[in-house]
C-alpha cells in the first residue's frame, strides 16, 4: 500500500516530548507533526475553546477529562488505522490538524487549527505534510473535505491548491482532491514539503 516518490529525500526525526519515550513524526522544513497523546487534552481544549480560532469547527465537551477519555478512544482507532491526529509543533505546539472518514482510495482531513500568531510557513507546511502522508505514506489516490462557507480565505486557499467544489449545502462547501492533481500542484510549492514520510509510516504500529 505504500508508495513512496523517488523525488523525496529521507528525514525523519524523533524527539522526546515532556519526558515521553521517543517517538517518530512527520519532519517538515520547520515544523513537526507528531501524533496527539493524552497529556496533549490541556492543549487541544484551550485551543478548540478559542472563540475566535474554533468558530468554523465543531464545538467540543469543555470538561478536560472529557477531553482526555476522546484522546484515549482515539488512539484505539489509531492503533486500527482508521485516524491519525496530529500535533503541529516548532520547539511548542503550534496546532493541530487530523485525518479521518478513511474510505477504499479517499481519505478526510480537518480539525485544523493554530495558535494565534503562529509563523505563516506552519500552515502550508503542514498541508503539504498530511497530503504527502496520506497520498504516499497510505497510499491513498483522492482526498474528500468540507470547508465552512464562511471561511473564504481557507475556501480560497484549496481552490488555490488545486481542490475542487463538488457539492455544497447552506453551511458548507465539499471538495474533492486527487493525488493526481497534488502531484502537479506541488511543484509550486516544493520549499514547504516535508522531506520524507517513510520512516514515520514504517513506525506506525497497526493493529
Not at 103 to 117: A, M, R, V, Y
Amino acid at each position: 500500500m505504500f508508495d513512496y516518490p523517488i523525488v523525496s529525500m529521507l528525514f525523519i526525526a524523533t524527539i522526546a516530548f515532556r519526558g515521553c519515550a521517543m517517538m517518530a513524526v512527520i519532519k517538515g522544513r520547520k515544523i513537526t507533526l507528531r501524533l496527539v497523546e493524552v497529556f496533549d487534552a490541556e492543549f487541544i481544549l484551550s485551543l478548540r475553546s478559542n472563540q475566535h480560532k474554533a468558530r468554523f469547527l465543531h464545538s467540543i465537551d469543555s470538561e478536560i477529562e472529557k477531553q482526555r477519555e476522546w484522546i484515549v478512544d482515539y488512539k484505539k482507532r489509531e492503533s486500527l488505522g482508521k485516524e491519525y491526529y496530529f500535533v503541529i509543533e516548532e520547539c511548542v505546539p503550534l496546532g493541530l490538524v487530523r485525518l479521518y472518514d478513511f474510505l477504499e482510495d479517499s481519505f478526510c482531513w480537518g480539525s485544523f487549527i493554530t495558535i494565534e500568531n503562529a509563523p505563516f510557513y506552519a500552515a502550508i507546511e503542514s498541508v503539504c505534510c498530511v497530503y504527502e502522508f496520506a497520498f504516499y505514506g497510505l497510499g491513498f489516490t483522492q482526498s474528500h473535505f468540507d470547508v465552512r462557507k464562511e471561511n473564504e480565505r481557507v475556501v480560497a486557499f484549496h481552490q488555490k491548491f488545486g481542490a475542487s467544489i463538488v457539492a455544497e449545502d447552506t453551511q458548507n462547501y465539499y471538495f474533492h482532491f486527487t493525488r493526481q492533481e497534488y502531484e502537479k500542484t506541488k511543484q509550486k510549492y516544493l520549499k514547504f514539503m516535508p522531506l520524507d514520510v517513510a520512516c514515520f509510516v514504517r513506525s506506525l504500529k497497526i493493529v
